[in-house]
T-cell receptor, first 116, second 112 residues
Framework: DSGVTQTPKHLITATGQRVTLRCSPR?????VYWYQQSLDQGLQFLIQ???????AKGNILERFSAQQFPDLHSELNLSSLELGDSALYFCASSVGLGQFAGNTIYFGEGSWLTVV | AQRVTQPEKLLSVFKGAPVELKCNYSYSGSPELFWYVQYSRQRLQLLLR??SRESIKGFTADLNKGETSFHLKKPFAQEEDSAMYYCALISAGGTSYGKLTFGQGTILTVHP
């Protein structure tokens, strides 16, 4: 168990709908990352937050948004869902940022999203 | 811009054979590199990081700055090593400070 908790584990929804994925980082971790894993795109970095502030942005669509709350949990909102959004969405957390020995990034078990 | 390349999408070996999963990177600074493993669509687990120079489950990886490579090696593959392996690099500066960039992954299959 990595200590990173993601809910829901599985979600099936229709095209055009909106869903929210939730992530609770490990206790003490300030940094939260979101990744999308699909068969054709591999593991794609979406966005990173550190202590409530957005720190880095990757290939995140405009239909997607995220935030990190004062209690450090994070939510990824996916709207106007399309079939191609079906993927495994991972959240990860770490103590801090950047290049120092203690900054191991731990992953949650992911949220399986199926858009039908 | 940082980039991680894993040239092999699939790699098959027989049990007991040596295995090498290739990883090349491009990064303007001094990189910190990792290998992650994912078993059957489970969560990614950190396998090893170059700064600790440790051996996990018999795997080792050496950072070669001249060749910008961080290949993962194991002298004798086991069936339980079958998994998806990701090479990753963490950004130490600029607007992507702390961002972990992954390669496309290599699916390793170890046959009995």
């Amino acid at each position: 168990d990595s200590g990173v908790t993601q809910t829901p584990k599985h979600l099936i929804t229709a095209t055009g709908q909106r869903v929210t994925l939730r992530c609770s980082p490990r206790s003490g971790d300030l940094s939260v990352y979101w990744y999308q894993q699909s068969l054709d795109q591999g593991l794609q970095f979406l966005i990173q937050y550190y202590n409530g502030e957005e720190r880095a942005k990757g290939n995140i669509l405009e239909r997607f948004s995220a935030q990190q709350f004062p209690d450090l949990h994070s939510e990824l909102n996916l709207s106007s869902l399309e079939l191609g959004d079906s993927a495994l969405y991972f959240c990860a957390s770490s103590v801090g940022l950047g290049q120092f020995a203690g900054n191991t990034i731990y992953f949650g078990e992911g949220s399986w999203l199926t858009v039908v | 811009a940082q980039r991680v390349t894993q040239p092999e999408k699939l790699l098959s070996v027989f049990k007991g054979a040596p295995v090498e999963l290739k990883c090349n990177y491009s990064y303007s600074g001094s990189p910190e590199l990792f290998w992650y493993v994912q078993y059957s669509r489970q969560r990614l687990q950190l396998l090893l990081r170059h700064i600790s120079r440790e051996s996990i489950k018999g795997f080792t990886a050496d950072l070669n700055k001249g060749e910008t490579s961080f290949h993962l090696k194991k002298p004798f593959a086991q069936e339980e090593d079958s998994a998806m392996y990701y090479c990753a690099l963490i950004s130490a500066g600029g607007t992507s400070y702390g961002k972990l960039t992954f390669g496309q992954g290599t699916i390793l299959t170890v046959h009995p």
